[in-house]
C-alpha cells in the first residue's frame, strides 16, 4: 500500500494540467487528482484562444456582404446581434468545459472543484478542508492579466472580462501593443467599435519581425482602428469626475491592495454599460471613452499557494523557476504552462505536460523542446512565425532575406486595399530557412506546415525544389528566387 493518497497531484485544469493528469492516469497507469477552483479548460478554453478566434471569426464577417456585393451576390448588410452571439458563445465554451471534465472522468482522475495550496512537498490543503498527500505535485495554474498601478485602473476591464460584456461599446480604448491587444483591436473594430489603441513604443508587436508587424500596423490602420505608437496613458477617471484631483485622489489603486483592487475591478466590469471614462494620454490628448481594455501584460497565478514557504524558487513576475524538465528546487515539485513563464501557449504547456509524464511515470527523461515553436497571432490580418526574426538573424550570422509583399487575388477583385507578405530568412553559410514570416489571411494555417519544414532543418533550395500550388497566396513561399537583401 503506497504511503500517499496519490501519485500524482496537480494543481490547476487548464491544457496542460488536464492533459498530464490523464495520460499519467490512463496511459501510465497512476493514481492521479486534479485540483480546479474555477471553470476546466483554463485560459485558452474558458477566457483566451478559444472564445477569442470565435469573436475573430464573427467580426472577419463585417466585409463579407461588400466583398459579396463585388462579385455579383445581392446580399444586404444587417446588424451585428452582440447577444445572440454571446449566448452561442457561452454555450459553446459549456459544452468544450464538460468535454474536459469528461476526459478526466474517463481517464479515472479524481477532481476537486477547489482551491489547492501546497502545505508540504507532498502535500496538498483544498479549500474545502481536505488534506491530500502525493508522491508528486504540478503545479499548472497558468497566469492573469494584470492591470497598470496607476489610480482609478480599476475603471477598465482586461481580457478576461471582455467575453462577459452586456453590450458592445460605442468606442473602446485598448492600452498595449501586444498581440492580446492587437488582436482584440481588430475584434472589436470588426463589430463595430469604434477602436482606438495607445502603445508606448515605437512599433506594435513587439518581438516579431519587424517588417512583418510593420505591415500588420498599416493594415490595422487601413481598417479603421486609431493606432497610436509612443503614446501611452497617464490618467483616468470617471467622465464626470474632478480630474484635477484623479491622480492624487484617494481612488488610488496602489494604496487600495491588491485584494481590494481585483474585487473593485470585478465589480466595475460586470457592466459596460457603466458611465462613460475620461483619459488623459501622454501626448495632451483627453478624450472620453465608453470602455478602457487594459491589455498590458500577464503574470503567473503562483502568489498565495504555499510555493515559497516550500523552497520552490519563484522569478521576479513570479513564475516558478525549473529546469529543462520541468521540476522545482524541491524534488516532488513540477510546473508547466504559463506559471512557468517560459513560452506561454497552449501546444507547449501541453507539450511540456507530456514531458513531464514521461520523465517521471515512464522513467524516461525527456525534456521539452522549445525552439522553432510556430505561432500565429490572430490579427487581422493574421501573422504566422516561426524561427528567427531578420533582426534576431542578423546578429547572430551573415543572412540573406527573401520577402515580397502583394495585393491577394480575392480581395484585389474586391477593390479593397489588402496586402499580404511572404518573407523566409535563410543562412548564407549553409543555406537553412532560419525563419518564415507570412502576413495574410490564414497564415496560422500556413505557418503550421511551413513550421514542419524549417524544424526539419530545410534549406532554400528544398524550398526552390517544392513545385507552387496555383494561384495560392503561399505559392509565394516557394517561387522567391533572389534575395531582396542581405544582412
Not at 479549500?127 to 482609478?152: C, D, F, Q, W, Y
Request: aromatic share 6%; net charge negative; with cysteine.
Amino acid at each position: 500500500m503506497s504511503e500517499f493518497d496519490y501519485d500524482l497531484f496537480v494543481i490547476g485544469g487548464g491544457s496542460g494540467g488536464v492533459r498530464a493528469a490523464r495520460v499519467a492516469a490512463g496511459e501510465a497507469g497512476a493514481k492521479v487528482a486534479l485540483a480546479e477552483d474555477d471553470r476546466y479548460g483554463g485560459t485558452c478554453v474558458i477566457r483566451g484562444c478559444v472564445p477569442k478566434k470565435l469573436m475573430v471569426f464573427a467580426s472577419e464577417y463585417a466585409g463579407v456582404v461588400e466583398d459579396a456585393q463585388s462579385y455579383g451576390w445581392d446580399l444586404q448588410q444587417g446588424p451585428f446581434d452582440w447577444p445572440a452571439f454571446r449566448g452561442r458563445l457561452n454555450d459553446e465554451l459549456d459544452r468544450l468545459e464538460q468535454v474536459y471534465r469528461n476526459l478526466l472522468k474517463s481517464s479515472g482522475v479524481d477532481t476537486f472543484d477547489a482551491r489547492a495550496s501546497l502545505s508540504g512537498p507532498h502535500e496538498v490543503t483544498l479549500s474545502t478542508g481536505e488534506i491530500k498527500s502525493a508522491k508528486h505535485i504540478l503545479v499548472a495554474t497558468g497566469g492573469h492579466p494584470v492591470r497598470p498601478e496607476m489610480p482609478n485602473a480599476h475603471l477598465g476591464i482586461v481580457s478576461d472580462d471582455i467575453f462577459h460584456l452586456e453590450s458592445l461599446p460605442k468606442s473602446l480604448l485598448i492600452i498595449g501593443g501586444g498581440y492580446i491587444a492587437c488582436e482584440f483591436a481588430g475584434i472589436m473594430n470588426g463589430l463595430g467599435v469604434e477602436v482606438t489603441q495607445y502603445y508606448r513604443g515605437a512599433q506594435i508587436l513587439r518581438g516579431f519581425d519587424d517588417e512583418a508587424r510593420g505591415l500588420v500596423a498599416e493594415q490595422m490602420r487601413e481598417k479603421g482602428i486609431n493606432l497610436h505608437l509612443g503614446t501611452n496613458i497617464v490618467d483616468i477617471a470617471p467622465a464626470e469626475a474632478d480630474h484635477s484631483m484623479s491622480r492624487a485622489g484617494t481612488g488610488s489603486d496602489a494604496a487600495m491592495g491588491a485584494a481590494a483592487q481585483d474585487q473593485m475591478a470585478a465589480q466595475v466590469s460586470k457592466d459596460a454599460a457603466r458611465g462613460p471614462v475620461w483619459v488623459k494620454a501622454t501626448n495632451g490628448s483627453e478624450k472620453v471613452f465608453d470602455l478602457v481594455l487594459f491589455a498590458t501584460g500577464r503574470n503567473p497565478n503562483s502568489r498565495d499557494i504555499g510555493l515559497e514557504e516550500l523552497g520552490v524558487k519563484l522569478g521576479r513576475r513570479g513564475q516558478i523557476e525549473v529546469d529543462d524538465y520541468s521540476q522545482t528546487a524541491v524534488p516532488s515539485i513540477y510546473a508547466i504552462g504559463d506559471v512557468t513563464d517560459r513560452v506561454n501557449l497552449t501546444p507547449v504547456a501541453i507539450r511540456e505536460g507530456m514531458a513531464f509524464v514521461e520523465t517521471v511515470f515512464h522513467a524516461n527523461p525527456t525534456p521539452v523542446d522549445h525552439s522553432l515553436i510556430p505561432s500565429a497571432i490572430f490579427t487581422q490580418p493574421e501573422m504566422g512565425t516561426v524561427g528567427l526574426s531578420e533582426e534576431e538573424a542578423r546578429d547572430k550570422e551573415p543572412v540573406e532575406i527573401f520577402c515580397t509583399s502583394f495585393r491577394p487575388m480575392q480581395t484585389a477583385f474586391a477593390g479593397r486595399p489588402d496586402r499580404v507578405l511572404m518573407k523566409l530568412i535563410v543562412s548564407k553559410a549553409n543555406r537553412k530557412v532560419l525563419g518564415c514570416h507570412i502576413v495574410a489571411p490564414g497564415a496560422g494555417e500556413m505557418i503550421q506546415l511551413a513550421g514542419i519544414a524549417i524544424k526539419m532543418g530545410a534549406t532554400k533550395e528544398d524550398f526552390d525544389r517544392t513545385v507552387a500550388v496555383h494561384p495560392t497566396m503561399s505559392e509565394e513561399i516557394v517561387t522567391m528566387r533572389t534575395p531582396v537583401r542581405t544582412a
